[in-house]
């Protein structure tokens, strides 16, 4: 998003800040992932696909871990698109290419064991539409992945927004239909007096020329 501000009252202005929402916290796998019972079963990576874990998933993530996704294995060569993560959301991709398809693989237990999968559509739609905003109309689920279009979720802007509004606010919230309801009647009367005074003064100086 782009603001543009005039130079001469940049200075004046300043620039509009980012305004962290009390209500919207970081969002983590544990909480958008569906109870594996009632994933799809083609969300799930295919037995000839194994995964090389990397992390020991009996262990506790720490604080400081779920303030980021966390590599806990890859598949394959694990390089791009073959990475199993735990811990905050990873972002999705622009491409469908490789078993994760247009999501990141995640890890989430399944029977008692740790499996890797793709996310489903209703799990994309919390990341990136817990408000309901950006309403979607594909029947097909994988279609309905791809139609968030890679964009960033609704409520990374909102703040923003918010701050955004908040700056270009106009100071009153009604419209004036009198000069009185904006300027008092003194003023008015000062304002009136050096007009008068100005006529005044020019019409003497274009007399004595």
């Given at each position: ?86 811990g905050m959301t990873p972002a999705t991709k622009a491409s469908s290419w490789g078993p994760a398809g ?108």
């Amino acid at each position: 998003m782009i603001v543009m501000v005039r130079r001469d009252v940049f200075e004046q202005w300043g620039w509009p800040e980012a305004v962290t929402h009390p209500e919207w916290q970081r969002v983590t796998l544990a909480e958008i992932l569906q109870p594996a019972e009632n994933v799809r079963d083609e969300l799930w990576l295919a037995p000839d696909v194994p995964v090389t874990w990397t992390r020991d998933m009996s262990l506790p993530f720490s604080p400081e871990e779920l303030l980021r996704p966390v590599e806990v294995g890859h598949i394959l060569d694990g390089g791009w698109g073959c990475r199993v993560y735990a811990g905050m959301t990873p972002a999705t991709k622009a491409s469908s290419w490789g078993p994760a398809g247009r999501t990141h693989l995640v890890a989430q237990q399944r029977r008692g064991q740790w499996y890797a999968r793709r996310l489903g559509a209703e799990e994309v739609a919390r990341i990136f539409d817990p408000d309901g905003l950006m309403k979607v109309s594909a029947a097909d689920p994988e279609q309905q992945v791809a139609e968030f279009g890679n964009s960033g979720p609704s409520r990374m802007v909102q703040p923003y927004a918010e701050g955004l509004v908040k700056f270009l606010r106009p100071p009153m919230s009604f419209v004036p239909e009198k000069i009185s309801e904006i300027i008092d009647d003194k003023t008015v009367q000062v304002c009136r007096g050096w007009m008068v005074q100005a006529e005044t003064d020019f019409k003497e100086q274009a007399r004595l020329k």
